[in-house]
């Protein structure tokens, strides 16, 4: 009976030993879960900037090579003119595209979802810088008149 008893006693000496050895391992485990998590966090916020910005390139691509086009042909209602998107950026809410048309650049305007073309713009802030720069108007004198 005695090795009987040894046995039990070998037996929950070893339960003891793993238990503490899974304590230890949910503390490293939490520890871990700790940085698995801001791992993740980070990743998930990557691959929404990265893919807003795949995104907003397609769209660039797009606005220059079907919607712009599309839109100044319905413009001049000419299939045959000829001309080039050179660039298109966002600036304000809306599209600032240049276009070559025979060797002369023109800058025009397209909303986002591309439904309002507009073929020139004013950049207001322009406007005061110039109104500090114009000279004052020139007085000019009243003529008297003649007493006869």
């Known amino acids: 009976m005695k090795k009987t008893h040894k046995k039990q006693a070998d037996?929950?000496?070893n339960n003891s030993d793993v238990s503490a050895s899974n304590i230890l391992s949910l503390d490293l485990f939490k520890g871990n879960l700790i940085?698995?998590?801001?791992?993740?966090?980070?990743?998930?916020?990557?691959g929404v900037f990265l893919g807003q910005?795949?995104?907003e390139n397609q769209k660039l691509k797009q606005m220059q090579?079907?919607?712009?086009?599309?839109?100044v042909h319905k413009v001049v209602r000419d299939n045959k003119l000829k001309f080039t998107v050179k660039s298109v950026e966002k600036t304000s809410g809306?599209?600032?595209?240049?276009?070559?048309?025979g060797g002369k650049i023109y800058t025009s305007y397209i909303t986002t979802d591309g439904k309002i073309l507009f073929t020139s713009g004013i950049v207001l802030k322009n406007?005061?810088?110039?109104?500090t720069q114009t000279p004052p108007?020139?007085?000019?004198?009243?003529?008297?008149?003649?007493?006869?």
């Not at 406007?127 to 109104?131: E, G, L, M, N």
């Open 11 to 13: 037996h929950s000496l």
């Open 35 to 46: 940085i698995y998590a801001v791992a993740v966090i980070i990743i998930v916020i990557s």
């Open 53 to 55: 910005s795949v995104w």
């Open 65 to 71: 090579t079907k919607v712009i086009p599309e839109a």
């Open 94 to 101: 809306v599209y600032r595209f240049t276009l070559d048309i």
């Open 127 to 131: 406007i005061d810088a110039k109104k």
């Open 137 to 148: 108007t020139p007085k000019v004198k009243k003529q008297e008149k003649k007493k006869k």
